[in-house]
C-alpha cells in the first residue's frame, strides 16, 4: 500500500524511525471567525500617535493618551470599551481637514436669579455642573460655566466669555467638520434637575462645523489586515461612498476580508429618512437618533462595539433588546413612535428603544441596503444578521476545505487510489460540505438539510482538471421577530 507523506523522502536509506506530524483531522467542530473592531476618527495634536498610524488600543485611557483628551476618538472609545472590553480593538485616526471649520454655538444667563442652585448643564450629554448663589447675575454665571467646561477637558468643546456680552458664553467644538453640528446643548435633561430659581438660559445651537476629513487617508494605511467590524464617526456622501466602495471590495471572493461598518445619526425624522434613502449598501448600519444629548460618534462606538461583541458569539442571533448603556436617551416626548421607527426601517435606518429604566436598546439592526441593481425592492440583505451569518458561513467552508485537503491531488468520482493517498474527489468534497452543514445546524446558522443535499452540487470543472466547483446552497436560519394574533374570543 503506497501511503502520501508530506515530508519523509520515499528513497530514505539512513536506518531510523521518522514520523511526521500531519494536522489535517486534528481540527474538530466549526472554527472560531478572527473579530478586530477598526475605529476611524479625529484627533487632536495632544495626542501621543501620529495621524494616519494603525495603533491597538486596549482601553479608554489609551485612547486619550493616544489622540488627545477629548477627542474624538477618545469619546469613541469611551462609548466603545463601556459596552465591550473583550474584542481586539484598533484605530486609525486623522487630523482634522486644513479646509475645515469648527462648529459654534452659544450659552446666554440671564439676569434676576433669586435663590441658589445648581445649574446641570449638558453638552454632547456630558453633564457640567456649576454652582449659582442667590446674588449672581448673568456675567457671574457665565464666568462660572466658562471655568467649569475649561476644567472639564474631556469635553468635546472649549468655551469663552463672549467679548461683547458677558452674559453669554461662545462655545467652539473641539474639532473641524460637520460632526461639531451635532454637539447637544442643554440644561436639566432629567426631571428632578432644576434651574436655581429666576434664572434663564437661552440657547444658540451648534452649527457651521464643516469639512470632515477624508476617510480614504485612513483606508489607504490599513493594508492586507483584516477588520470585521468598522466603527467611524461621519456621514457625509463622500466618507460613506468611500467606505461602502471600500467594504464591498472586501466583501468579494477573491479577497473575502468581511467587514462591516457601523455609524450613527443625530436628526429629525426627514433628515433621517433622507440619509437612508441616499444609501443602499449591504456592508453599512446608521443608528438613527432623533435629539439624544449624545453624539454620533458615541452612538457609533457603543452600537458597533455591542454588535461586534454579540454576533462573534452567535452571527445568527438578533441583537433586539441589547443595550447600550453608554447613551443618553433623548425625552420621552422626543422619541420616535412605533410608527415613525417602523418608517425608518423601511429607509435604511437601524432603530432603538428606551425601557422604563432610562436604558437605550437595540430595536432592530438593518443595513442601509434596501433595492438591487435594478432598483427593484430588495430585502435579502436587510438585517445585519444575514450578512454576519453569510460570512461566518463562508469563512467556515474554506477553512474547512484548506485544512482536510492542504495539498491534495484531485481525481474523479469512482478512481481506485490506495487508502492513505492524499487523493481527493468531488464526492469526498461533496461530503465533507454535507458534514459542515450538520455543524452549522447544531450551531442554529441554517436549517433544512434534505435542501441542502438536494441543490448542492459539487463538479470538476471541465476545462481546468484542476479544479472543482461547488454551489453550496445553505438555508440560512432567520430571527423570530415578529409575532401576529388573532385573538378570537367567546363570551
Known sequence: MSLSFNNIP????????????????????????????????????????????????????????????????HLMFRALKKNNKWTESWAVALDDAEAGVKASGTVTFGDGTTAAGTLNLYIAGQRVRVAVAAD???????????????AATDLPV????????????????????????DIDLRVNHYPDEKLPTGLTVTFGAMSSGSGNPDIADAIAVLGDQWYTDWIVPWTDSSNLTALEA???????????????AYTGARGTHSALTTLGNGRN???????????????????????????????????????????????????????F?????????????????????????????????????QSVADPSFLDLNTMKTLAYLRYSVRARILQKFPRHKLANDGTRYGPGQAVVTPKTIRAELIALFKQWEEAGLVEDIDQFKDEL?????????????????????NQFRV?????????
Open 10 to 73: 520515499i528513497d530514505i536509506r539512513t536506518p531510523g524511525a521518522f514520523l511526521e506530524i500531519d494536522n489535517s483531522n486534528a481540527a474538530r467542530g466549526l472554527p472560531g471567525m478572527p473579530s478586530r473592531i477598526l475605529v476611524i476618527g479625529q484627533r487632536l495634536s495632544t495626542g501621543t500617535v501620529a495621524e494616519a498610524v494603525p495603533t491597538q488600543v486596549l482601553s479608554e485611557d489609551a485612547a486619550e493618551l493616544y489622540f488627545g483628551r477629548g477627542s474624538m476618538l
Open 136 to 150: 449672581d447675575d448673568g456675567s457671574d454665571i457665565a464666568t462660572k460655566v466658562v471655568a467649569a467646561i475649561t
Open 158 to 181: 472649549t468655551a469663552a466669555v463672549n467679548g461683547s456680552t458677558a452674559e453669554q458664553v461662545d462655545i467652539t467644538a473641539r474639532h473641524k467638520g460637520l460632526a461639531g453640528n
Open 246 to 260: 471600500e467594504l464591498a471590495a472586501q466583501f468579494g471572493p477573491m479577497t473575502m476580508r468581511d467587514g462591516f
Open 281 to 335: 449598501s449591504p456592508h453599512l448600519s446608521i443608528m438613527g437618533a432623533d435629539s439624544a444629548p449624545s453624539g454620533p460618534w458615541a452612538w457609533a462606538g457603543a452600537y458597533g462595539g455591542t454588535a461586534a461583541y454579540h454576533v462573534k458569539i452567535d452571527p445568527a442571533r438578533p441583537l433586539q433588546t441589547l443595550p447600550l448603556p453608554s447613551i443618553i436617551p433623548p425625552k420621552v416626548e422626543d422619541r
Open 337 to 373: 413612535l412605533l410608527q415613525e421607527r417602523n418608517l425608518l426601517l423601511h429607509d435604511g435606518i437601524a432603530t432603538f428603544t428606551v425601557d422604563d429604566g432610562g436604558i437605550v436598546r437595540i430595536e432592530r439592526a438593518i443595513t442601509t441596503y434596501q433595492t438591487n441593481a
Open 457 to 477: 452540487i459539487v463538479e470538476r470543472d471541465s476545462t481546468d482538471v484542476n479544479r472543482v466547483n461547488a454551489l453550496i446552497p445553505p438555508n440560512i436560519i
Open 483 to 491: 409575532l401576529a394574533g388573532n385573538v378570537q374570543f367567546v363570551l
